[in-house]
């Protein structure tokens, strides 16, 4: 990799780093409760959380299992559960 | 014969920033700055600016609203003295890691504490190590001539780095001298428009200022030190164009005055030139070889040439009016010696401290400088350097 | 809301990082044609590790102090330069370069009438460098300067009133926000864009890492420093305060400082108890002055 003349650097170019890795729960969505209100997309730190097909679903990539979105859904459809390795 | 006109030495420098067209311009003011602010303001109410200006709020804020402007691919100029340019400290390593080529003209002003509003350099040699590019005016002449130079170098692919030219305080801010003023159409001819080739574009959002941690830090500080390099050669050949553009030279990285079988060298930077000039031709009558080398370029530093002029000689006086702390002389003398020694060149440097706060330099001080550097030059360096014009009365 | 993230994940804030969320606020309010200024702190440092950015909008980081007079610059640059047009000039900064060692910058760009948006992600401290105090943090906050101990209550001093420095600038749009309360910050950050002249928008964001708490309840945390009243939801324009966030129901300071460690020395004995009395007397006042009910 060849340096520029100062630190310039492309853009969005962290989604290289994984941060799903850092994760200990990961959320699991119940969706039979789901009103589809979006808090849980629109409060995610990562911005990984999305509706895909109808359903939302964070992108387990990235999701780094804070639990805002479980702590913040009215209708309590996410859980946060250990994630088994 | 070119049209001269009698102008004071902040109104030619001003006017040549303004020739140079850069789009943003900040000053705020500092004494003996000011009449270079004041000019720019006034250009500015009678529409003569082609760009916009910005009556900051600090010297600290002029520096910072031009790294922003420079980032969006402006060119910009400032100017300020001493305690301003101090302010600006953190903004200027800043200016200089992030590659942008902003010109800036110090007014050279002492340093307080004690307050002092004259002229010497501690100012700007403080700033030595931020990685900017400086420049010594001898004269308004030059002191203007080389905002354009300063903008040539400074926008060079190779360079890209910011530039302070350097005029003394009063002697060249404050004077009223014939010049001829900085020549629009043959400016833009040799200034073209400064072109990026990365600039803040929300149709090309890239990230200027990342973090740069320990597996790359190093190699951007080569980088710089590079453009540096690069810029010794660069600064050569810009003299040389502007000399076939304007009809004006000053020499490159240095200049030489009866230098050519000079015995008793006296190395300087800024207007003493002037005065050193008057006074080696004085001192030439009466059988004294003197000659001059004057530092056009502090930095980068002349090595090359202020070896190939040791080389001849029988002694340097380095004629510093600055001082480092701490080493007892000024960063003239140290860097000089400093060259000479790595390259095994042994001629004796004697340093001369002078004209600080403003202090004036007599041709006489300077004559029985030469004097006692003549009869070291044959006996030997009794001192390494002194404060030559110190007054022991108050002691 | 658009789907557009202008800021990639990958970033190292922390799990339930308060910064990422306004940020992202910031960037769904503004839109791609914008430029950025960042002053040193958390946000910049966690979203451009070298060689990794996560902006997707043009940005810039300079120095610590001088976010105010980097916008001013560009956007002046950009007004010489004719590129103007719509793009807005944003500065998206933390407390402590905004309270405090960036206030002269701010102050000149404001008095000067730039063009500019300010949003000042609040979350009460130097939280980049480790915790440590700022003019923000509010009074009896545990901070690792204004620590409790033996003989402290932790932060001694008020928080600054910094909207009320800018409305007296001149600012013709000054908002106060919190990132619990998503809809409201985004329309304010809309407004303050489309404003003409220097807006500043300070949106309240509670740190998990400096305020002692799960990541998960941030946004439940910020909710209740607006509805205990310590943290009013208000606008000014020009220098009058034109609109106000109003509390239903409003709940005692107690339910706020229980949930962070920076508070807990309060709940420790007697005397612990009175300071408490003292904040919630501040929250008194501030549903006074600003008319919260």
Redesign the interface.
């Given at each position: 990799m060849k340096l520029s003349h100062a630190t310039i650097v492309s853009p969005g170019t962290t989604k290289i780093n994984r941060t799903g890795g850092w994760r200990t729960f990961m959320p699991q969505f119940n969706y039979e409760k789901c009103t589809k209100c979006g808090i849980c997309r629109t409060y995610c730190p990562e911005g990984i959380v999305s509706l895909v097909s109808e359903k939302y679903v964070a992108d387990l990539d990235y999701c780094k299992g804070c639990g805002i979105c479980a702590n913040e859904c009215p209708k309590n459809c996410i859980v946060m559960v250990l994630e088994a390795k | 014969m070119k049209k001269m006109k009698v102008v004071e030495g902040a109104y030619a420098v001003a006017h040549a920033a303004k020739v140079c067209k850069p789009h943003v311009i900040c000053a705020y003011p500092i004494t003996p700055q000011t009449h270079i602010a004041e000019c720019l303001s006034q250009f500015k109410a009678d529409g003569e600016l082609t760009g916009e200006s910005i009556n900051v709020e600090s010297e600290f804020a002029a520096l910072s609203c031009l790294i922003g402007a420079s980032a969006i691919g402006a060119r910009t100029y400032s100017a300020t003295s001493s305690q301003g340019l101090a302010m600006m400290h953190e903004a200027l390593f800043n200016a200089s890691g992030m590659r942008f080529p902003i010109v800036i003209t110090v007014v050279n002003r002492a340093m307080s504490a004690p307050i002092n509003i004259w002229n010497d350099h501690q100012d700007s040699i403080s700033q030595r190590d931020t990685g900017w590019i400086q420049l010594y005016a001898e004269n308004v002449q030059e002191a203007a001539d080389m905002t354009a130079q300063a903008y040539k170098i400074a926008e060079n692919k190779n360079v890209l780095m910011p530039a302070m030219v350097c005029m003394d305080g009063f002697i060249l801010s404050h004077v009223f001298e014939p010049v001829v003023l900085l020549e629009q159409d043959i400016t833009d001819d040799f200034l073209p428009p400064y072109d990026p080739e990365y600039y803040l574009d929300p149709k090309n959002p890239m990230t200027f200022g990342a973090l740069g941690d320990p597996s790359v830090y190093t190699e951007y500080r080569y980088l710089q030190d590079k453009a540096m390099e690069n810029a010794l050669e660069v600064i050569e050949k810009t003299s040389m164009e502007f000399n076939d553009m304007y009809g004006r030279y000053y020499g490159g990285l240095i200049d030489g005055y009866r230098l050519d079988d000079a015995e008793i060298v006296i190395a300087a930077m800024g207007s003493i030139i002037g005065t050193l000039k008057d006074t080696v031709d004085e001192l030439r009558t009466e059988g004294i070889i003197a000659g001059i080398l004057k530092i056009r370029s502090f930095r980068p530093f002349p090595k090359k040439e202020v070896r190939r002029i040791a080389k001849g000689a029988g002694i340097i006086v380095a004629i510093d009016k600055n001082i480092s702390l701490g080493t007892g002389e000024g960063a003239l003398c140290t860097e000089i010696k400093a060259c000479l020694h790595s390259a095994g060149i042994d001629t004796p440097v004697f340093g001369s401290m002078l004209g600080h706060g403003g202090r004036d330099v007599s041709k006489e001080v300077i004559e029985k400088l030469v004097y006692r550097a003549g009869d070291m030059m044959k006996h030997g360096l009794k001192e390494e350097n002194e404060f030559t014009d110190l007054r022991r009365e108050l002691l | 809301?658009s789907?557009e993230?202008l800021?990639?994940?990958?970033?190292?804030?922390?799990?339930?990082?308060?910064d990422?969320?306004a940020a992202?606020f910031v960037l769904e309010a503004i839109g791609?044609?914008?430029?950025v200024?960042s002053p040193t702190g958390c946000l910049?440092?966690f979203?451009?590790?070298?060689?990794?950015?996560?902006?997707?909008?043009?940005?810039?980081?300079?120095?610590f102090?001088?976010a105010?007079?980097?916008?001013?610059?560009?956007e002046?640059?950009?007004?010489?330069?004719g590129?103007k047009g719509d793009?807005k000039v944003v500065v998206i900064a933390g407390d402590g370069a905004t309270f405090d060692i960036g206030l002269?910058?701010i102050?000149?760009a404001f008095?000067?009438g730039h063009d500019i948006v300010y949003i000042c992600i609040d979350n009460e401290a130097y939280m980049n460098t480790g915790v440590q105090r700022s003019a923000a943090t509010p009074m009896f906050a545990s901070t690792t300067t204004s620590p409790s101990g033996s003989v402290s209550y932790g932060n001694p001093t008020l928080k600054k009133d910094m909207p009320a420095i800018l409305a007296a600038h001149g600012s013709p749009y000054v908002a106060t926000a919190s990132?619990s309360y998503?809809p409201d910050f985004i329309r304010k950050v809309k407004k303050a864009a489309s404003t003409g002249g220097p807006t500043y928008v300070q949106v309240h964001a509670p740190c998990c890492t400096g305020w002692g708490f799960?990541?998960?309840?941030?946004?439940?945390i910020g909710r209740l420093a607006v509805e205990t009243a310590l943290m009013p939801l208000y606008e000014m324009e020009g220098r009058e305060i034109t609109r106000v966030k109003k509390i239903k129901n409003r709940k005692p300071v107690d339910e706020y400082l229980r949930m962070q460690k920076r508070f807990s020395h309060l709940f420790s004995d007697a005397s612990g108890k009175e300071v408490i009395k003292k904040i919630q007397g501040m929250a008194d006042w501030n549903a006074k002055h600003y008319g919260l009910e």
């Open positions: - | - | 809301m789907n993230n800021l990639a994940p990958g970033h190292r804030g922390c799990a339930g990082c308060c990422a969320i992202k791609s044609d914008c430029v200024c910049e440092v979203t451009t590790p070298y060689p990794e950015s996560s902006w997707k909008v043009p940005w810039i980081h300079s120095l102090d001088n105010g007079a980097i916008a001013a610059g560009m002046t640059a950009l007004k010489a330069m590129k793009t002269q910058c102050s000149g008095e000067r990132i998503a799960d990541g998960s309840k941030t946004i439940e």
